[in-house]
């Protein structure tokens, strides 16, 4: 009867409005609560359990302390133990129960009593503060877990950002490591390189004097042959084309110049050999 909106008040407003009188004296609005009612403690503990179940849960529940079967405590215990969210106001008489004995029988202190006898209005002020605060409670339990998937997807994409940044500096490093071996190869290649021209230089020029040897040394062989098989007239010719030989070849300046080739080139082989080794090391 407190709770709900009178169906007196709708009815003389039509009777008013239908017979052109006088319209009745209008009360406090009333907020459009959606009532449960049970006579027993089992079927207010069976009423939370069922409003669970379907996803409704209540927002306030006001237990008398004596009821007929299970006692309000009692109810209260298992109300909470079902939905601790649940807002209860124990209602006892001024005879019966002290605050601080309903807190010990419920085992929480945050109930709410009221004394009987009691006015309406402090039934409806109760009605509204407690599922005002019921429904910031819920938004606030929303909100919190708004923001906490909203922090698991920043972690998420905290986490795939972490690896793309690890990613590219990986890639930054790779390549700034292709970047360096190459600086390396081509440091190394020119080291190499200047030794190694002169190496192939001199080798061009041994060859080349290897072939003028050979065809003087060919005439040496042919005037041997020539004093062995017993025709001195034809010795004179032989020394004579040495000598031509001898001259157009150059070959005492190239006699001396080959130990500076050998030289030369074992030393352009050893440069090599120690940027070989400082690579190495």
């Known amino acids: 009867e407190i709770l709900s909106p009178s169906p007196l008040e709708t009815i003389l407003a039509m009777g008013a409005y239908l017979f052109q009188g006088p319209q009745p004296p209008k009360s406090s609005p009333r907020p459009p609560f959606e009532l449960t009612l049970v006579s027993r403690g089992e079927e207010g503990v069976e009423a939370v359990a069922q409003s669970i179940e379907k996803n409704r849960p209540?927002?306030?529940?006001?237990?008398?302390?004596?009821?007929?079967?299970?006692?309000?405590?009692?109810?209260?215990?298992?109300?909470?133990?079902?939905?601790?969210?649940?807002?209860?106001?124990?209602?006892?008489?001024?005879?019966?129960?002290?605050?601080?004995?309903?807190?010990?029988?419920?085992?929480?202190?945050?109930?709410?009593?009221?004394?009987?006898?009691?006015?309406?209005?402090?039934?409806?002020?109760?009605?509204?503060?407690?599922?005002?605060?019921?429904?910031?409670?819920?938004?606030?339990?929303?909100?919190?877990?708004?923001?906490?998937?909203?922090?698991?997807?920043?972690?998420?994409?905290?986490?795939?950002?972490?690896?793309?940044?690890?990613?590219?500096?990986?890639?930054?490093?790779?390549?700034?490591?292709?970047?360096?071996?190459?600086?390396?190869?081509?440091?190394?290649?020119?080291?190499i390189n200047n030794p190694i021209s002169f190496v192939k230089s001199n080798l061009t020029t041994l060859l080349r004097y290897i072939q003028d040897l050979s065809e003087y040394f060919g005439i040496v062989q042919e005037i041997r042959k020539t004093l062995q098989e017993g025709e001195p007239h034809q010795v004179q010719m032989l020394l004579e084309a040495l000598q031509r030989l001898e001259e157009n070849k150059r070959i005492p300046t190239l006699l001396a110049d080959l130990p500076e080739l050998a030289h030369d080139s074992l030393d352009g082989a050893h440069r090599v050999s120690k940027i070989v080794n400082d690579l190495r090391t």
């Open 58 to 191: 209540f927002a306030a529940a006001f237990v008398d302390i004596r009821l007929p079967g299970m006692d309000g405590t009692a109810a209260a215990r298992l109300i909470w133990t079902l939905d601790p969210r649940v807002k209860i106001v124990i209602v006892t008489a001024f005879s019966e129960y002290t605050p601080a004995d309903i807190i010990q029988e419920v085992g929480a202190d945050d109930i709410f009593y009221l004394r009987k006898p009691f006015h309406s209005e402090e039934i409806r002020q109760f009605a509204c503060a407690l599922t005002k605060q019921w429904n910031l409670e819920q938004e606030r339990e929303r909100l919190a877990n708004e923001l906490d998937r909203a922090n698991q997807e920043l972690e998420s994409i905290n986490r795939s950002l972490q690896k793309k940044v690890e990613e590219q500096t990986a890639m930054l490093l790779q390549s700034e490591k292709m970047a360096s071996i190459g600086l390396l190869a081509a440091g190394v290649a020119h080291e």
